[in-house]
Structure formats: C-alpha cells, structure tokens
C-alpha cells in the first residue's frame, strides 16, 4: 500500500472539447495503467452516448500508480475526467469534493472560453490548487503567449510553471505529471485514530452486484465484512468488496483515508443511497456528517410517458436506477388525460434532458414520449399564498392570481468584436438584456447578460452560434426570480382544451407561439368525417385559429338527370349531417401527433 502522503487526488477541468479526455488518455498510456491492446481513444468514457458524440456526459475516477524520475518514488494518482459542457456542471462540482486539486485545461487556439471561467470559480472557491496547461501547441493557429496572458489577466491564476502539451501527439506530458507531486497537497491525515467517514460523490445501479457507492475516504478504514451506515437515509449494509478504478474496478483489501474508490454492499434497494451522503461505521459512527454538496436545483422541467401503457412499472422502474447514477435529475409521478400516467422529470438543461431521455431508451430498452420543456413559475395568490408551477395543468384560476414571477439566469458569452452588435439584439429579442461588457483582449470581449431561462431553452444556444458563426461560447447561472407578464395558452380541439399542448409564454409571445402549435396540429391531425377548428386560447380570448378539412363524400354521385334542386336537398342533408356529428363526434389525435407538435415547437 501507497503511504498517504504520495497520494495526490485531482480532476481535469476546462471548457467543452479543450481536450480533457484525451489528456487523461496520455496519462493513462504514460503510467501503464492500460495495456496497449486494451487501449482505445477516450478511453474513461465508456457510454456510447459519449463516444458518438465526442463529449464527456459522466465522472470517470481512475486510479494511476506513477513513478517519478525526479525522486524514484512510486505515487498513486487518483485523476477524474469531468464533463465541460454546462448542463453537467453538477458532474464537476461533485468531483471537485473529492479531490484536492485541479488541472485547467485551455485550448491554445481558441483561449479562455465562458466554461473555463466558471470551472475556474468553483475550483477556487472549493480551495483546490490550480494547475493551468496550455494544450493544443501543435495546431498551427496556436497563440501560447495571448492564451498565457488570458488565464492570469481574466482567471488571475499564475502560469510561471509553463506548462505547455499536445494532448494529441502527447508532448509534455512528464512535466505536467511532476507539476501534480509537487503543487497538489496530499490528503490530510488526522493525527489519531477516528471515526470512519467516507464522502459519497457518485453511485451506480449494478444488475447483479447492486448499488455501487463511489466513494472518497476522508477519515478511518473501510475493509470488507466492515458493517457501515449512510447517516442521511440510516440504511446500514455489510460491505462484500471494496477497492479502485484502474479504469476498470480492482478489488483491494481496504480502502484508507485519502483514497477514492467504490463500495459493493448488499443495498439493492436505489432509494437508500444519495449523493453527498456520509458513509461511517455502524459499530461506531462519527459524531456528525459531511458538509457534502449543495443541493441542485432543476432548471427545467418536462413530462416523459412511456408510449405503451403496460411500460409504466418498466419505466418507473428504469428512471428510479437512471436517477441513482445521474443525481442532477429529479421526477415524480403525474398523469395527464392524453398521454396517461408518466413522470415529471427536472433537468439542468436541454442537452441534460435530451442525454436522460436517449439513455432512457438505449440503456433500458424503453419507448418514451417527452412533453415540452418548461420552468417552474412563482405564482402568488390573492390569498397571499405562493405556488410553484412547472407544469400548466396546475396554473389556479386567473382571478385568484395576483402576480406571476419567472426564473432568470445571468449568462456569460464571450464572444469576437465584431458579433456584439448581433448578440445584443439576439438577447433583447428574448426579453433580455446586457449588463456589463468587459474587453478579453484585442479580438474579444465579455458579455454579462441577464435574461429569462424559459427564452433560451430552446434554440437559443443554436441562433448564437449562428450569428456568431460558431466563435462564441455561454456559460450561465441561476439569478432568482423576478414578476413577469405570463399568461397559459390553452389549445382547443372542436372546442375541447387537451391538456397535453397547454404551455405558459409571456404574453407578447403568446400569439406566434398559438399560431405555431394549431399550424402543427393541423398539418399532423388526420381528417375527421367533420371540420374540426383547433384555436389557441388566453382565458377563453382565442388567439389563433386553423381548421382541419373534414372528409367529404360525394353524395351527388348516384343522381342523374333531373333538376338542380334534387342535388341541393342532397347536399342540404349531408350539412345537417355534418352539424350533428360535430356536436357529439370525439376527435382522434394519433400518438404520432404528440411526439412531432412537441419536436416542431
């Protein structure tokens, strides 16, 4: 075993593809840690969500042993990849609780970018120690100097150690594996005995070996046949194996203070572990928990159903596993009288959202229909009580409502000179506006904006990038709650609201958003024996209106001869006949319908 002062915890942070995997890549090769035959390119992500897409969804510790030239001695680095995009930024934050330090990574050619900067505050703010490598030296547009010159002006983090790679073709790798020895502190060691106390950073749903606990050991040891206790849920487990990521598990006889590892036990019941949990000895527990993290709040929320009705167990079954390996996201049943019984799910954003519902269908095999994103509006009522909406169904009578308040975000785009001009009249077209601009350098400049979150959760990130033609980058964070003119538009068809399509906008969006949805509707609607009118109404006051042609047969075609009258009473009787079936005639809305309206608005 290692002695605890040559262990060195540390992750990998920095902005959405600045090469964090494939740094971790050449560390891996470096220490030998994977074979040659085994190896393979972004080697911790294991998803092939995260392969396809070449980004980072998930945490992935691994344990390292390394050899220093400079002293001889044999360290144990417990490195996590972290996620760089911003829905996933609970990912980082829970693996910064495990570590003592952090490597900044930062892209040559592209510089400090909006992620970096906030990656940058939570690693300072967690007290870790801040390495900064410049990667990407190889690309011919690199500018080391004017990226060196941003990470101390903008990040105020000293770069004298001069730590400059290629990820890629793997030059400089060593001096970064030197700069960890010697700049991160090793894990602090009580200077006595001490109760046992493990912090739970992440968890994973194993069919045949159940819930398996991450786990960083921050006091005491934990061995096999120890009994311990989850001091937040009280459930108490005999752990069967303990041991390290290297990157696949290896079992170890004991895990000590300063080690990060996983925990296999006999918990197969998903509700009993949570995500920054204190893990002690059940025999004797420690006297009080861990501070572990602050609690996550979902910035948006939507409905998922399963399509078939007999999946519903299926489903609550698979979401309840999902949400064990993804603490970020959060649900709860609810129906809806056309899709059925499903769940309210909250996300931390929209590619959040779009990762849970695609491992949803690839990991358990589940067929899931997903209703349109919203947030959760502040609804004050006459009667001075407040009410937390995020689904429409739910919104009280109009005249019992005294105010309305939306959630806001204040968003940071770093973006090129040139593109100000654009960027501000994108951020005032969604009901924002910008605070503060702040010059990067020559070329760029800093923009901090404030702006509704229900205006960006769509298509905003992809008009920025449109308009900036891919050269800027946002990163945001919640910013409360402020009143906010919103209004429930409701769709009718044959006159009949279906709750699936009702949404809450801002009034000045509310008519575009109705004539959107009814064109939607209208187009996907198979016709009826009948017209059917589909309208969007604000309280009653219909506000757009498109009709589904009705099918018409030709009654007149078996008459011949005779006069013009014979024809019209003909017709006259099939209009009666039409009146009458519009009166009690049920209209049809296919499954298809639901999942395209939700995909086209």
Known sequence: MIPTSRIRNFCIIAHIDHGKSTLADRMLQMTKTVSERKFRDQMLDDMDLERERGITIKSHPVAMKYVSPSDGNEYLFNLIDTPGHVDFTYEVSRSMAACEGALLVVDAAQGVEAQTVANTYMASERGLEIIPVINKIDLPNADIDETRRQIEDVLAVDTSDNLCISAKTGQGIEPIMEAIIRKIPPPTVAPHPVAVQALVFDSMYDTYRGVVIHVRVISGVLKNNDKIRMMGTGAETMIKEVGLFSPQPVPLP???????????????????????????????????????????????????????????????????????????????????????????????????????????????????????????????????????????????????????????????????????????????????????????????????????LNEILIDFHDHLKSVTRGYSSMDYDYAGYQPSDIVKLDLLLNGEPVDAFSTLVHRSKAVSRGRQICKALKDTIPPHQFAVPVQAAINKTVVARETIRAFRKDVTAKLYGGDITRKQKVLKKQKEGKKRMKQFGNVNVPQKTFISVLKTT
């Open 254 to 452: 004991e895990l000590k203070e300063g080690m990060v590892g996983y925990i296999v036990g006999t918990v197969k019941d998903p509700s009993e572990i949570r995500v920054g949990d204190t893990v002690t000895s059940a025999d004797r527990p420690a006297s009080a928990a861990l501070p572990g993290f602050k609690e996550i709040r979902p910035m948006v929320f939507a409905g998922l159903y399963p399509v078939s009705a007999e999946d519903y167990e299926k489903c609550r079954q698979s979401i309840e596993k999902l949400s064990l390996n993804d603490a970020a996201f959060s649900y709860h049943s609810e129906s809806s009288m056309a899709l059925g019984f499903g769940f309210r799910c909250g996300f931390l954003g929209l590619l959040h959202m779009e990762i849970v519902q695609e491992r949803l269908r690839r990991e358990f095999d589940l067929d899931i229909i997903s209703t349109h994103p919203a947030v959760i509006y502040k609804v004050a009522l006459r009667s001075g009580e407040t009410l937390e909406i995020d689904n429409p169904v739910h919104l009280p009578d109009p005249t019992r409502i005294d105010s309305v308040e939306e959630p806001m975000i204040r968003a940071v785009i770093i973006c090129h000179n040139e593109h100000i001009g654009d960027i501000m009249k994108l951020v005032m077209d969604r009901r924002g506006e910008v605070t503060k601009t702040d010059s990067m350098d020559t070329k760029r400049v800093l923009l901090t904006c404030t702006l509704p």
